[in-house]
């Protein structure tokens, strides 16, 4: 069984504190409006562990980006993150208007995620792995 985790709380900020420091990587002149911020049952954990664990997550959209700077963006914020630790989950933002990079800190395992649509919206992600809400895995009785 998974051990102890951070706490629920802790993961919701680091989900905060990742969304604001890619969005520092972006142009001044862009403005983040909050989404989405949700903590959810973590349903479908990938190491296969136990229930009782949750997820935090955060969408921000961007505002104020011209959409013919978005291939250098993503290009930038791929090579940032990577300098960050984190590794490509999917990269899918070239020759698009629907552009999507998935990233995972390989260190604490939160992903991070840039999005654009058809309709030039930008959006940035970010989820934490699956933790305790406590921090602690319930005690058997």
Partial sequence: MPGNTI??????QQVQA????????????????QQLTDTGPCDD????????RVTASSTYQVHNLDSEQYPNLFGHLRDWW????FRVLDDSHQNSTVRYLWVENNQDGFRMAMQSNDGGGLF????????WPNGTPPTSS
């Fill in 7 to 12: 706490t629920q709380k802790q993961a919701e």
């Fill in 18 to 33: 990742n969304i604001h420091a890619g969005a520092a990587e972006l142009p001044a002149t862009a403005k983040l409006e």
């Fill in 45 to 52: 954990p990938t190491d296969n562990g136990p229930q009782g």
């Fill in 82 to 85: 990577i300098q960050q630790n």
């Fill in 124 to 131: 940035l992600t970010s989820s934490s792995p699956c933790v």
